[in-house]
Nanobody, 121 residues
């Protein structure tokens, strides 16, 4: 079970850190990722990370503003976001089971419930 939290209402230009906690099972040997889904739009890839954290991958839309990381000892994954823009408003989901380079939601078999991020202008 994956549980994402840390979302909220922020202003444009602010920073925010999302956390994905893994409950009841260890995901230390699988890749994980963050996706987001804006109202009326498809779920899209944001960032991915390999099982050991050595490989990361970012969507072009967030590259340079977002950092994905994980702490396997704590069974947690993070998404540090900065210079947030209203276009970043979405429900953010954490996922597990793919590799860091898998950008399709279908590659990930396990999903958290999502956390809302709203960026006001």
């Amino acid at each position: 079970q994956l549980q994402a939290f840390g979302g909220g209402l922020v202003q444009a230009g602010d920073s925010l850190r999302l956390t994905c906690a893994v409950l009841g099972r260890t995901w230390r040997t699988v890749g994980m990722a963050w996706f987001r889904q804006a109202p009326g739009k498809e779920r899209t890839f944001v960032a991915g990370i390999s099982w050991n954290g050595h490989n990361t991958n970012y969507a072009d839309s967030v590259k340079g503003r977002v950092t994905i990381s994980r702490d396997n000892a704590k069974n947690q994954m993070y998404l540090q976001m900065s210079s947030l823009d209203p276009e970043d408003t979405a429900v953010y989901y954490c996922a597990a089971g793919g590799s860091s380079y898998d950008t399709a939601p279908s590659k990930y078999g396990y999903w958290g419930q999502g956390t809302q991020v709203t960026v006001s202008s």
